[in-house]
């Protein structure tokens, strides 16, 4: 088969497109990396082609994009700084697959995010089986609830990705209720499927110790820094504590995604002189995260929208008490006894529960032990979710 990505990059994929290194594990999107992987060393897949679009921006001037990854695929970069500069990408891109396709040489276009956008109309217009991947819905049903034309009007390329599916859209199954995007846009040509991440295996998890000094007893919130991550309420939750004369120390780990809540989080530990009782690591190796997880007292998912993420799903299946929020009823499919459920906003609120949580190891035993538990049924391990995702696309080639 005769493979074509478009994706953006997006933070969490930059190490593999960097460093062009098929054998590390690299940081960030799990639910990308470890299928992309796995389709660079399939003997049933002889080329690659990534169109990787890219917008401009401090970062991007730094970055050094590699030409090629392993033997059998090349990467081709668009830089883009507004929507007039993205279309001239995706004229440019069009040409490049009809002359492709001329050529034979593309089986399955596989659209990834706002990529599903072009992808999916090239995959129509030229008749070439295509799948979408969006991973995660967060966001997209408050604008879907507008209605289509304020949907469309609102973000077009999110829109476009969905409507102009061409064979099958495959969906991060992150809590949201994605199953009904194929009751709202599916059609007996056009199917709609969720698929959770997948954790690995616990018995060969490797865990390493960070070089970092890190606090002898510690809980954690390991996110990319932005404002749907809500760190900020995390840590104002434990300035409520240091109030009443509990300070725990805490460990938070993530990517920089948002420079201005950054800079918000920073100023607000400055103001309230918590600096001491933050460790901040930007980045980290799988391995050290897996040590954190596993040493934590207890870890953070406060996410909006949804919460089953890979974040929520490594801590789960390890056993790492978790407190949470069942939002939308993204964790339905979860017994309310394997994590602490926090229904509020407050940061009064979450302090009472992280107090609670902190000090009674008894709590913190009894939703270890129902977390691992129910973690065997619930959460699929990578090497069966992955060949799941490649069978999709080998069985669409075959449609050809």
């Excluded at 001037?61 to 033997?71: A, D, F, W």
């Excluded at 933050?278 to 007292?297: D, F, M, P, R």
Aim: aromatic residues 10%; proline residues 3%.
């Amino acid at each position: 088969m005769n493979l074509v990505y478009l994706t953006p990059l997006w933070t969490g994929v930059c190490q593999i497109f960097e460093s062009g290194d098929i054998y590390s594990s690299p940081r960030g999107m799990k639910a990308f990396y470890k299928v992309f992987k796995s389709i660079i060393h399939d003997e049933r897949i002889n080329s690659i082609v990534v169109y990787l679009f890219v917008k401009k921006d401090k970062t991007s001037e730094r970055q050094s994009i590699s030409k090629r990854i392993g033997i059998k695929t090349s990467v081709i970069v668009y830089y883009w700084g507004n929507y007039w500069e993205l279309l001239c990408a995706f004229a440019r891109l069009t040409v490049e697959i009809i002359n492709k396709c001329r050529r034979k040489e593309i089986d399955v276009i596989y659209s990834h995010g706002y990529c599903g956008a072009i992808g999916g109309v090239l995959c129509r217009l030229l008749r070439i089986p295509g799948a979408t991947r969006i991973y995660g819905l967060s966001g997209v049903f408050d604008l879907s609830d507008k209605g289509v034309v304020k949907f469309a009007l609102n973000s077009p390329l999110v829109f476009l990705s969905l409507r102009m599916v061409k064979d099958i859209c495959i969906i991060t199954d992150d809590g949201t209720s994605g199953h009904l995007f194929s009751s709202r846009y599916g059609s007996k040509r056009r199917k709609y499927i969720t698929i959770r991440n997948g954790v690995d295996n616990l018995e060969s998890r490797i865990s390493k110790k960070p070089k970092n000094i890190l606090p002898e007893k510690y809980i954690s919130y390991i996110a990319r820094i932005h404002p749907r991550k809500n760190q900020l309420l995390w840590i104002k939750a434990l300035r409520q504590l240091n109030g009443s004369n509990l300070e725990i120390p805490c460990v938070l780990i993530g990517q920089v995604s948002d420079d201005h809540y950054h800079n918000q989080i920073k100023g607000y530990l400055r103001q309230h002189n918590m600096h001491e009782q933050i460790t901040y690591i930007e980045s980290l190796e799988t391995e050290e995260i897996n040590y954190i997880v596993k040493h934590s007292a207890y870890t953070g998912v406060l996410y909006e929208v949804a919460n089953v993420g890979n974040m929520f799903m490594e801590a789960y299946s390890a056993g790492c008490p978790i407190i949470s929020r069942n939002i939308n009823g993204c964790l339905e499919a979860f017994p309310k006894n394997s994590y602490f459920n926090v229904d509020s906003h407050d940061p009064q609120v979450l302090a009472d529960a992280m107090k609670s949580l902190w000090t009674n190891s008894d709590v913190r035993g009894r939703l270890s032990n129902a977390a691992r538990t129910a973690s065997v049924s619930l959460i699929p391990i990578w090497e069966a979710r992955i060949e799941y995702e490649k069978n999709i696309l080998l069985n669409i080639a075959k449609q050809k």
